[in-house]
Nanobody, 124 residues
Framework: QVQLVQSGGGMVQAGGSLRLTCAASGVHGRTFTNYNFAWFRQAPGKEREIVGSVAWGSGVTFVSDSVKGRFTISRDNAKNTVYLQMYMLQPDDTAVYYC??????????????WGQGTQVTVSS
């Protein structure tokens, strides 16, 4: 059973930075080579949206247009950890952020495992 434990987040003023961490465990052989990780967010009254993703094996990343140039996604193989580094935060970035993972053979939108969620609040 894959487990994702998130940390980081909190409250910051507009223009500030935060880093979210997602520590993964529970994969046989302790390698996530065949998995894709993603960060999602959900703001009050809005649908959940994907922020970005990283293919663990190749390291290829994707970030959505809404955060491109401000957010980056990275992974640490040794720590089985994925990061979401957020710069130039804006009030519209206020949301609960979730880490999720799926096997790369799964349909692109079907993430099987989710972190507990982390609140990010950006004040103007």
């Amino acid at each position: 059973q894959v487990q994702l434990v998130q940390s980081g987040g909190g409250m910051v003023q507009a223009g500030g930075s935060l880093r979210l961490t997602c520590a993964a465990s529970g994969v046989h052989g302790r390698t996530f080579t065949n998995y894709n990780f993603a960060w999602f967010r959900q703001a009050p009254g809005k649908e959940r949206e994907i922020v970005g993703s990283v293919a663990w094996g190749s390291g290829v990343t994707f970030v959505s247009d809404s955060v491109k140039g401000r957010f980056t996604i990275s992974r640490d193989n040794a720590k089985n950890t994925v990061y979401l580094q957020m710069y130039m935060l804006q009030p519209d970035d206020t949301a609960v952020y979730y880490c999720a993972v799926r096997h790369r053979a799964s349909p692109p939108n079907e993430y099987q495992y989710w972190g507990q969620g982390t609140q990010v609040t950006v004040s103007s």
